[in-house]
Structure formats: structure tokens, C-alpha cells
């Protein structure tokens, strides 16, 4: 195998189901097979420094020696996009690449992920509408632009956080310029690379869902609140991507009184439950992905 060229692995799927875990045992089974591998962060709220706790971010210390791409790339003040994520993954991965070693891309940001390993094309901006869309939104209010994007396109309303006010307005926007937010990947999206592997790990809806609420409650326990105190100097209030992140806009609820323990876990709970039903939707939609029912790495056929 050493002699192979090198390969982009892709590990999908919602949170919570044990994707990093596995980029970590699937990184040791090539090394053990002659293959070095290199993994990238693909998950959007893991680019962020400082921002440990709330993302499930692996400590330096539990990544078993293993290099790691694109986490703590940005301060929280600063904006992710996927305009942003492309070529900074493509540089890395290609660099990677270039020194003999697969590439292990990992996270649950579906356009992030698709950007990434597609022929992933940028859908159309058109600022005069957006302009007038986030004016609409000032004045009714997120719920009824949601409303109006399910009226107009139910398969963008399905994949959208309608939570997520600047989310909603670009959906909208896209549908007045004849695209949609669901239509971004093709129904048949070409592999930027040939020698792509995805792999997709899923789980039980019942089983995850436990686990996702019970993760809430330990990021809490861990100390979410005094990250979050400590991110504040550090801008975060004002990132117009950290600050939204799940979890983090309920901590800043509950340190700004907005919110107590009690309703900013609740909260938090039930956003990430329909957070993981979104990325189900959205990952269940690419082509030949080898799907896993536990991160069991001894499940991957190896070549």
C-alpha cells in the first residue's frame, strides 16, 4: 500500500455519532498498513480558538500524534464561510498530499464537507436583494421569513436552521435568483477528486439523542459558562458566525440574564437534536458513501 497514491477519506455524519474517534482510528490503521494520514477539520464551529468545550473539540493531548489541519484557524470575532473553507482546505489537502499521506477529512458541516470533496459550485449573491430580504427580516421577524421560505421552498426550509435569521435570508435569496438552498449539491455531484472515500457514520435516532442531550449537560458541567466569560474580551459576542454557534448563544443568554441554567441547556438540547436531523437529510443525500452503524473502524474495508 505505501506505494499507492495518496487518498482523501471523508468521515460524515451527524454529531455526536463518533466521527473524530474514528478519524483517529482510521489514521492508525493505514499507518499500521504503511500509509501515513493527515487529518482536516471540516466542522465550522471547530475552526474558532478558544471555542473547546461547546464544539466537543479533541484536545492536542488525545490526538494521538497524529497532525490536525484547520482547528484554531480563526478568533471568534472573525466569520467562517464556506467561500473561506474551500481553498483552505484544498491548499492543505493538497500539501498534505504532496508529501506522500491521505488525507482524512472529518466534520458535520455539510456545505462545508461539500465544498471540499465536490466540484463544489458557489451559488449566486445578489447583495441588493439580500439588502432588501434582511430588511423584511428586521421587520417580521425570523418566523415569518421561515414561513415564507416553506411556501416557496419546502426542500430548502427542510435543510435550513430556521433559527438562523442570516441562514433563512440566504435561502430566500437564492430562490429569488432561481437556485435553492437544497439544490446546492447536485443530485449526481462530481468527486473533486477520483480517489475520494466517503464514509458515513450513523446511529439510532433514540440512542443519539440521549447521547446529544447528555453531552449538553456535560458541556456544562465541564465549564461552558467560563469559556464562553473568557471568550467575550476575545470578541465573540460580535462574530457573526461563534456568536450564533449552539450552546454559545445560550451561554451569552445566560451570562447576559437573558436565560437561566435550566432554559439555556433546554435550549441547547433541542437545537442540537434538530441540528443532527438536518445533517442526516443533508448527508443521506451523497452518492456512495460506505455507511457505518457504530465508529468501528474494523468495519472499513481498507485497500
Not at 473553507?85 to 462545508?112: C, K, M, N, T
Not at 449552539?246 to 436565560?259: F, N, S, W
Not at 448527508?283 to 460506505?290: D, G, N, Q, S, T
Amino acid at each position: 500500500m505505501s506505494g499507492s497514491a495518496p487518498r482523501l477519506w471523508s468521515i460524515v455524519g451527524a454529531t455526536g455519532t463518533g466521527k473524530s474517534a474514528l478519524s483517529l482510528d482510521l489514521a492508525e490503521a493505514l499507518r499500521a498498513r504503511g500509509r501515513s494520514a493527515e487529518i482536516v477539520n471540516a466542522d465550522a464551529m471547530q475552526f474558532y480558538r478558544g471555542m473547546d468545550i461547546g464544539t466537543a473539540k479533541l484536545p492536542d493531548a488525545e490526538r494521538r500524534g497524529i497532525p490536525h489541519h484547520l482547528f484554531d484557524a480563526l478568533d471568534p470575532v472573525e466569520e467562517a464561510t464556506v467561500a473561506w473553507f474551500q481553498p483552505e482546505a484544498r491548499a492543505v489537502i493538497a500539501e498534505i498530499q504532496g508529501r506522500g499521506a491521505d488525507v482524512i477529512l472529518v466534520g458535520g458541516s455539510g456545505l462545508y464537507v461539500s465544498s471540499a470533496i465536490f466540484d463544489f459550485q458557489f451559488p449566486p449573491r445578489d447583495e441588493s436583494v439580500r439588502a432588501s430580504l434582511e430588511a423584511e427580516l428586521g421587520d417580521l421577524g425570523v418566523e415569518a421569513m421561515y414561513a415564507r421560505l416553506v411556501q416557496l421552498d419546502p426542500g430548502a426550509a427542510a435543510v435550513v436552521d430556521r433559527h438562523n435569521g442570516r441562514r433563512v435570508v440566504r435561502a430566500l435569496e437564492l430562490h429569488a435568483l432561481g437556485s435553492s438552498a437544497y439544490g446546492t449539491l447536485p443530485e449526481a455531484p462530481k468527486l473533486w477528486q477520483a480517489n475520494t472515500r466517503v464514509i458515513g457514520v450513523r446511529a439510532d435516532r433514540a440512542e443519539l439523542v440521549a447521547r446529544l442531550d447528555e453531552r449538553v449537560l456535560g458541556m456544562w458541567a465541564d465549564g461552558l459558562l467560563d469559556e464562553v466569560r473568557s471568550l467575550i474580551p476575545r470578541g465573540i459576542e460580535h462574530g457573526p458566525t461563534a456568536s450564533r454557534a449552539i450552546g454559545y448563544a445560550q451561554a451569552l443568554g445566560q451570562l447576559a440574564g437573558r436565560l437561566n441554567e435550566a432554559e439555556a441547556i433546554a435550549e441547547t438540547q433541542a437545537l442540537t437534536r434538530r441540528y443532527a436531523r438536518r445533517q442526516v437529510s443533508w448527508f443521506k443525500r451523497y452518492p456512495a458513501v460506505e455507511w457505518l452503524d457504530q465508529p468501528d473502524v474494523s468495519l472499513v474495508p481498507l485497500p
